[in-house]
């Protein structure tokens, strides 16, 4: 692989990387709502956790531009206050990687907060553990495997995003051109296709490494929620 390959790849590790990093702590949040708590309103919001998915990513993307765009209602907020954009920045194209591969992070992780054992957590409690004692020494050991599963299910979704990335943020190289907008590019072109391959075959050893660990962690998880 050229150089100019191999900056591709670490800028798309970069951005799945960066994606998953500011995800996982909003999925998380989000699961334990969906996971605990009954209120009004909690369909509609599992509805909107699993719009990515089925709305088309070229619809997602011009929603991203539309709002975080430089003349967005956040983004210009941020250009003016911050000097700080998304559109047409690697920071976009993390941004829409994360929005896509939201889904996948929470529902591994409501599961895992479905199976943990309340009992458990209430004993600790009866036995003088503080909230963010149980939280942390309990709850969390149990929910760990559901944690790994979402973030590296999220981070095999955010390197292969691609319709909302080129909405949002175009196809610019050395900036926002991840693995699956440089194939694309490469495929446009008449002599591109052994650099094309190369970057699939890539893509595929990533995508089938994040896919295996995944299932070994559900497998682990299970067995878990089983003892």
């Not at 975080?68 to 993390?94: K, N, P, Q, V, Y």
């Not at 992070?105 to 943990?116: F, G, N, W």
Request: charged share 15%; glycine share 10%.
């Amino acid at each position: 692989m050229s150089v100019e390959e191999w900056g591709i790849v670490r800028l798309a590790v970069q951005v799945a990387l960066t994606a998953i990093l500011f995800a996982l702590p909003i999925a998380f949040g989000v699961a334990w709502l969906l996971a605990r708590y009954e209120f009004r309103g909690k369909g509609l919001l599992q509805a909107l956790v699993t719009l990515p998915l089925v709305l088309p990513p070229v619809v997602t993307g011009y929603a991203l531009l539309v709002v975080f765009g430089a003349r967005g209602a956040i983004g210009s907020f941020l250009l003016e206050h911050t000097g700080f954009e998304f559109a047409f920045r690697w920071t976009g194209a993390a941004l829409a990687a994360g929005v896509m591969a939201f889904p996948l992070i929470v529902r591994p992780l409501r599961m895992a907060i479905e199976t943990v054992d309340q009992g458990l957590e209430e004993a600790a409690g009866t036995l003088g553990a503080t909230r963010s004692m149980v939280f942390f020494t309990v709850t969390l050991p149990l929910v760990l495997p559901g944690i790994l599963a979402g973030a590296v299910l999220g981070f095999a979704k955010a390197l292969g995003e691609f319709g909302a990335t080129i909405s949002f943020v175009s196809n610019i190289p050395g900036e926002t051109q991840t693995l699956s907008l440089a194939i694309y590019a490469l495929l446009q072109s008449p002599d591109g296709d052994a650099a094309a391959l190369r970057l699939i075959g890539v893509s595929v050893a990533i995508a089938l490494l994040a896919v295996i660990a995944s299932e070994w962690l559900a497998r682990r998880m299970q067995r878990a929620g089983g003892r």
